[in-house]
């Protein structure tokens, strides 16, 4: 099973965050230029929240608030889940699910090192079932035997 660790040293660490004080039109704009919907919030170097295209959506649009007025502490998620780098990918498939989010910020020793979306969880998994599935396959096919057992 593939971890996270794992996962991040393909995908890479990198990270979009914006800070509790900054307005919310600012991280909606910074969302369109790096084309994500999602963003990080954080306080110097500690995780305090994350802001989504669905907290402008239903915290800013319906409420009648303005986005370059409000800041984003007013609209951002507090109770983040998050995973740890030793985390399998199934595992963390499963929290979100359960938790019916998108994305997963990854902490290690109390700092973010990486965030994870669904769409990252399942490519990896496909990719690990396409990998067992070619192993299947070249065992069936007497592939992985030597040519001395084979005769």
Do not use: F
Request: glycine share 8%.
């Amino acid at each position: 099973m593939t971890t996270i660790h794992q996962l991040l040293k393909v995908k890479g660490r990198s990270y979009v965050a914006v800070g509790p004080n900054e307005t919310v039109y600012a991280a909606i704009k910074l969302m369109a230029d790096q084309d994500i919907g999602s963003l990080l919030v954080v306080d110097g170097d500690v995780l305090v929240g994350i802001v989504t295209e669905r907290h402008y959506a239903r915290d800013v649009m319906l409420k009648g608030r303005t986005s370059p007025r409000t800041p984003v502490r007013d609209i951002m998620e507090t109770q983040v889940p998050c995973v740890k780098p030793s985390q399998t990918t199934e595992a963390c498939l499963a929290l979100m699910t359960h938790a019916c989010v998108r994305h997963l910020p990854v902490i290690d020793g109390g700092r973010v090192v990486g965030i994870v979306s669904i769409g990252d969880l399942v490519k990896s998994i496909i990719d690990d079932q396409h990998h067992t599935i070619d192993q299947l396959e070249t065992y069936i096919h007497g592939d992985a035997l030597p040519q001395q057992a084979r005769a």
